[in-house]
């Protein structure tokens, strides 16, 4: 960071948020700085404001929102405490504890230090780190401008978290980096070669990078200094710097291999955890493991007096009588004014910045992140009425069994794209709480396949503590699974979808259904198998138009848009480029019957796809009344620019299932008089044809929007009757959705 005059700046004297703008104080490659007071708590504190641009939208601001507030949790010495993140006319900005001092850079600007001042900085450094990461928390940035030098001493770490918006964001001219195939983000001169190659950064990628500062205060320069940044990258990835020792002869031979091990290629071979080093450091530090060489160096007799005389001093106060109880009081009185002062210390964070911002997260909807806080806060205030009532508004209590027990279960936010799950537990999970909102789960145990699907936290009722949420699943033995399909479980069940709720309840079997939409590159193995040449996939008789057609006659209605066999959508018997992974359409509904019965499947019955889709059903097997149209929904494609590939839109099914709304309707078993029916809506299409009704075409339609998913049955007892058979087009009249409005006078 380069340290500024304020000079004239537009932002100076105003307000962002609750904090007044005071002075610039510096920059550098992630923003400005500048001195602000919070007219809240009257206290300064430094304000990062983000170069514009670096959250280009809503998600990713949000998802830096979550990680601000993951560094809020930080609170050690020697780690700025990050205070509060808010937007404001287009200003991004992080509000940090403010640090007077100088940077680590600035004060190596004149010359290496002394191995004296290296050590207790170096024990500072790497106690910072291993708080972090007993949080999960990497730096991936570490480098002397990020290290804050207090006037009393202390050094503080700063920008924790910031590199990682570099990862999508472009890359900022002021800080040297390298891109590549791979998201990598940091400053290269300090980068362990795992970050380099873009492989997984963990703590011993903070470690390598606190080697190389380590090498800058023994030496003055970095490991490989003055190097182009070709000729850097393969320094860092395949030489080894100069010993420290041979830059700087007064280093002792201890340093020197503190420093290597941190700066080792391998991170198998570095320190494995901040506290090693730190121990290492404070050994080094301490009169037993310091310089020996200076304690060997003095003349023989002089060392052997002053050790007779230092004996002769101190004996009545060595004697275990005494010394033993002095140390006991000691220890004992600091360890009660250290915990004292560190809980009272959580205890004001608590009530003064932990509740209010919970308080508003939840008018924010942001229920998750508030019960996040809130749960932090209970550590420290477990018996507050504020907090009691914020975890009501933003918990819901949990319970999950399987069979067999054992099963580990996982949980994360409901259509997020990130593939960090919380773990919550070991089946049976009796009650656990979790915070409220749609959540998708992973079930795992080894020998057995994952299960995967999303169960609900009540998003869209009035607060209400007494919601729980009870989730059952089956297990089956490794690779019972087909690939690319998931496991529905079996039960008791009537559609619910409102076009269908009147049909009558039936023992369904548990089954497989598939994972995603058929894709153009599955069907176009069918085709190129000569599916729409072989007789034996094509067992249904073809009516159209009430008259019966010839294997051939229907074959000639089938082709695309060249007049081949295939797909309306098709050209050349051939999907069109780039679009493998694309939903086939352009589909009849006896194309979609052929192809299921090439792939060893069915097509699904309204029973089967409605369970799988599972509209509304979570409302029947929890205490809640609770909707799971809503979030999928909201993450599925009913907008007019035509199909996605499968699986783009996050909208999961509660089976695990994708694309069930939106994207291509999709043909379904069952039909009435005349035509057979497509289930989920489509692209371009009103969302409530995924949870209110169906539509009813000629098996022959051929429409752009038209698709399929097929089933398989778990096991080789017959489908119930009922399942198979065909819907009447209207249901009796007693049902609300399709009675006719008595007129105004009879009303």
Request: hydrophobic content about 40%; glycine content about 8%; some cysteine.
């Amino acid at each position: 960071m380069t340290v500024e005059t304020s000079g004239h700046d537009p932002l100076i004297g105003q307000t962002l948020g609750h904090y007044r703008v005071v002075d610039k104080i510096g920059s550098g490659g992630m923003g400005v700085v500048y001195l602000a007071q919070d007219q809240h708590l009257q206290r300064d504190v430094a304000i990062k404001v983000l170069p514009p641009g670096t959250l280009s939208d809503d998600s990713c601001r949000r998802r830096f929102r979550n990680e601000a507030l993951a560094l809020s949790r930080l609170n050690h010495p020697n780690i700025a405490t990050i205070y509060d993140f808010d937007t404001q006319q287009d200003l991004d900005f992080l509000v940090m504890e403010y640090i007077p001092g100088v940077t680590l850079s600035d004060k190596l600007a004149a010359a290496s230090l002394p191995e004296k001042q290296i050590i207790p900085l170096g024990i500072q450094l790497a106690e910072g780190l291993s708080a972090a990461h007993e949080h999960a928390v990497i730096h991936r940035d570490l480098k002397p401008g990020n290290l804050r030098l207090a006037s009393d001493g202390r050094l503080k770490i700063l920008d924790f978290g910031l590199a990682k918006l570099r990862m999508d964001a472009v890359a900022n001219p002021a800080t040297e980096t390298i891109t590549g195939t791979h998201a990598v983000a940091g400053t290269l001169a300090y980068m362990a070669p795992e970050q380099i190659v873009g492989g997984e950064v963990d703590p011993r990628t903070d470690i390598h990078a606190a080697g190389a500062v380590l090498y800058e205060m023994a030496t003055g320069r970095r490991p490989f200094a003055k190097l182009d940044t070709g000729e850097l990258v393969a320094a860092i990835l395949r030489s080894s710097p100069a010993p420290p020792t041979s830059l700087n002869p007064k280093l002792s031979p201890e340093l020197e291999r503190i420093i290597s091990k941190c700066l080792e290629k391998d991170r198998d071979s570095r320190y494995q955890s901040a506290k090693e080093l730190a121990i290492d450091l404070r050994r080094l530090g301490t009169p037993s493991g310091a310089s020996v060489l200076e304690r060997t160096s003095r003349p023989r007799g002089l060392e052997e007096s002053a050790s007779v005389e230092k004996t002769k001093a101190y004996q009545p106060l060595t004697r275990p009588a005494v010394l033993i109880p002095v140390i006991l009081v000691v220890a004992t009185l600091t360890l009660l004014a250290t915990y004292t002062i560190y809980h009272n210390r959580k205890t004001q964070w608590a009530r003064e910045v932990a509740l209010p911002h919970a308080k508003q997260l939840i008018v924010q909807g942001d229920w998750p992140e508030a019960y996040k806080l809130a749960a932090q806060a209970e550590k420290y205030i477990p018996h507050d009425p504020q907090l009691h009532e914020i975890l009501a508004d933003s918990a819901v209590l949990l319970s999950v069994t399987t069979d067999p027990p054992g099963a580990s279960v996982f949980l994360k936010p409901y259509a997020n794209s990130n593939d960090t799950w919380d773990s919550v537990g070991i089946t049976p999970i009796k009650v656990c709480r979790i915070s409220r909102g749609f959540k998708e789960y992973k079930i795992t145990k080894p020998s057995f396949d994952t299960i995967t699907g999303f169960t609900a936290g009540d998003q869209r009722l009035p607060p209400d503590q007494g919601v729980q949420l009870q989730l059952a699943r089956t297990l089956v033995p490794l690779g019972t699974t087909p690939p690319e399909m998931v496991l529905v479980d079996a039960g008791n069940y009537s559609p619910t979808i409102l076009y269908f709720r009147r049909l009558q309840r039936v023992d369904l079997g548990a089954f497989f259904i598939d994972k995603y939409e058929t894709t153009n590159r599955l069907y176009q193995a069918f085709l190129d198998a000569g599916g729409y040449k072989d007789k034996k996939y094509w067992k249904l008789p073809f009516l159209h138009n009430g008259k019966s057609l010839s294997w051939e006659e229907a074959m000639a209605l089938f082709t695309d848009k060249t007049g081949r066999n295939g797909p309306a959508t098709w050209e050349l018997a051939h999907f069109p480029e780039g679009q493998g992974d694309y939903p086939v359409s352009g589909i009849s509904w006896y194309e979609a019957a052929a192809y299921a019965e090439f792939a060893g499947k069915l097509l699904p019955t309204v029973y089967h796809w409605n369970k799988a889709a599972g509209v509304y059903d979570l409302g029947e097997t929890t205490t809640a009344n609770v909707s799971m149209v809503q979030p999928v929904i909201m993450h599925s494609n009913f907008g007019d620019s035509g199909p996605a590939p499968v699986g783009k839109y996050r909208g999961v099914s509660p089976s695990g299932a994708y694309d069930m709304a939106g994207n291509v309707r999709e043909w379904i078993w069952n039909g009435a008089p005349g035509g057979k029916y497509l289930l989920g809506g489509s692209w371009g299409t009103p969302e409530y044809l995924f949870f209110e009704t169906a539509e009813l075409l000629t098996p022959f339609d051929r429409s752009a929007t038209n698709g399929f998913r097929c089933m398989k049955l778990f096991d080789n007892r017959p489908l119930p009757e009922a399942t198979t058979a065909d819907v009447p087009k209207s249901l009796p009249a007693s049902d609300f959705l399709f009675n006719k409005p008595v007129n105004d006078t009879i009303f």
